[in-house]
């Protein structure tokens, strides 16, 4: 759980902060320092390397009414692109 927890929180910062800066310098100093904190502050090992590329949704099961769903990490790629062709959406992230 505490794992889900600080990867959820990575993501979040990634989002807020990461996503603003416009140069890679600044954006690896900054993945680096985010991983550097969860390590130390959280006690969660981890890396900035290992967590590239995480996405999270509450849309992954189309047909559960929007106040049921539930805001998880999507692993499964190939479901996503799945999901987004069929809803006519594009994740320029994935391409």
């Given at each position: 759980?505490?794992?889900?927890?600080?990867?959820?929180?990575?993501?979040?910062?990634?989002?807020?902060?990461?996503?603003?800066?416009?140069?890679?310098?600044?954006?690896?100093?900054?993945?680096?320092?985010?991983?550097?904190?969860?390590?130390k502050?959280?006690r969660?090992?981890i890396?900035?390397?290992?967590?590239?590329?995480?996405?999270?949704?509450?849309?992954?099961?189309?047909?559960?009414?929007?106040?049921?769903?539930?805001?998880?990490?999507?692993?499964?790629?190939?479901?996503?692109?799945?999901?987004?062709?069929?809803?006519?959406?594009?994740?320029?992230?994935?391409?």
């Amino acid at each position: 759980m505490k794992l889900c927890v600080t990867r959820l929180f990575y993501h979040e910062c990634q989002r807020v902060f990461h996503d603003r800066l416009t140069d890679e310098a600044d954006k690896t100093i900054f993945c680096n320092s985010l991983a550097e904190f969860c390590t130390k502050t959280l006690r969660e090992p981890i890396t900035s390397e290992g967590m590239k590329g995480l996405i999270y949704g509450d849309f992954m099961k189309m047909r559960v009414q929007r106040e049921n769903r539930v805001y998880d990490e999507i692993v499964n790629k190939e479901k996503l692109i799945h999901i987004l062709h069929v809803s006519g959406t594009t994740l320029r992230v994935l391409s």
